[in-house]
């Protein structure tokens, strides 16, 4: 197996020192260093570049620059994606988002982790593990997502959140660690923001 593929079945692989994945590396942080350059006007040029960098996109998309990711193609947005500045992916495994998906500024998915035993991890040596998102979820600002978390749909992450663990449908979720505060029910529906 080469340490692509053994990162892409969720093995341990050499992340630091392997060529090819070094070099997937460099070309899609060229990609993103391109992206984060473009005027917040040329929307077609930011849709394009992005459909070039990602794994799968909808229709209807937009990530604020900067936006950085380790591959890119392990990132698959559904329709209506948002994300707010600073989004960081690090998709050495797949992360996926499901429609309908908002991200405040300053927001992290790792699905990449290291040795606990500094022996092992000063080899270069990693594991990656899928995050999954589903539909209808807002994650608030700063929030970070750890390898192998899965969201589920209409779902709102206090900002600030460290997401360890999964978090089950229709829950609003904070904390670090995120933990489930309350279901969301019919009665969100009533409830009035102006001040
Ligand atoms: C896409 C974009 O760019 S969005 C722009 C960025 N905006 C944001 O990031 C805002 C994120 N919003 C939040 O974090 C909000 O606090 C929400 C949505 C989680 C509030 O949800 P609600 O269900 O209304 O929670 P409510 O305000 O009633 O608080 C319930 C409890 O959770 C606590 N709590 C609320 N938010 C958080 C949080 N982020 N972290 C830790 N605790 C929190 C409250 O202190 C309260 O605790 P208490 O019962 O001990 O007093």
């Not at 060529?19 to 929307?43: A, G």
């Not at 970070?144 to 460290?162: A, D, F, Y």
Request: proline fraction near 5%.
């Amino acid at each position: 197996m080469t340490e692509k593929e053994k990162m892409l079945a969720h093995k341990m692989y050499d992340a630091n020192y392997d060529k090819e994945l070094l070099e997937d590396r460099r070309k899609i942080k060229e990609l993103c260093y391109d992206y984060n350059q473009l005027r917040p006007s040329d929307e077609f040029g930011r849709q394009a570049l992005l459909k070039k960098i990602l794994g799968k996109t909808g229709k209807n998309f937009l990530i604020e620059p900067p936006f950085w990711c380790d591959y890119g193609y392990n990132i698959e947005i559904g329709e209506n994606f948002y994300s707010n500045h600073n989004l960081v992916i690090l998709d050495a495994g797949k992360v996926t988002f499901g429609d309908n998906v908002f991200i405040a500024p300053n927001c992290g998915f790792h699905t990449s982790g290291h040795p606990i035993d500094f022996e092992r991890r000063n080899q270069g040596l990693e594991y990656a593990y899928p995050i999954t998102v589903g539909d209808n979820v807002w994650i608030g600002a700063g929030v970070q997502v750890m390898p192998g978390v899965t969201i589920g749909s209409n779902v709102v992450i206090g900002g600030g959140s460290v997401v360890v663990r999964d978090i089950p449908d229709n829950s609003v979720a904070v904390g670090n660690p995120c933990k489930v505060i309350r279901s969301i029910t019919e009665e969100d529906k009533k409830t009035c923001w102006d001040r």
